[in-house]
Nanobody
């Protein structure tokens, strides 16, 4: 059974940075594609970033150029670093592995 636990969210000022983590159990993150999504209030779920099992990465247009997705095989964790945060980055961030979802971590960008 795959379980995912997101962490690292919080309240940050515009221009700040956050590093989100997705700790997985039940399946190695190195063996599958892992995605980060986000959902803002009143909006649908949006793909933020993907790291493939071969290590290739893909970013959504909204975070491209200021975000990095990475993987730590030793801890079975996928990280998402977002820099230069904007108010429109405010959302709950979820990770997905083999169609399993975590509970999400709230990111709020506000002065």
């Amino acid at each position: 059974q795959v379980q995912l636990v997101e962490s690292g969210g919080g309240l940050v000022q515009p221009g700040g940075s956050l590093r989100l983590s997705c700790a997985a159990s039940g399946r190695a993150v190195s063996s599958e594609n892992v995605q980060w999504y986000r959902q803002a209030p009143g909006k649908g779920r949006e793909l933020v970033a993907v790291i493939g099992h071969l290590g290739t990465t893909l970013y959504g247009d909204s975070v491209k150029g200021r975000s990095t997705i990475s993987r730590d095989n030793a801890t079975n964790t996928v990280h998402l670093q977002i820099n230069n945060l904007k108010p429109e980055d405010t959302a709950i961030y979820y990770c997905n592995l083999t169609m399993n979802w975590g509970q999400g971590t709230q990111v709020t960008v506000s002065s």
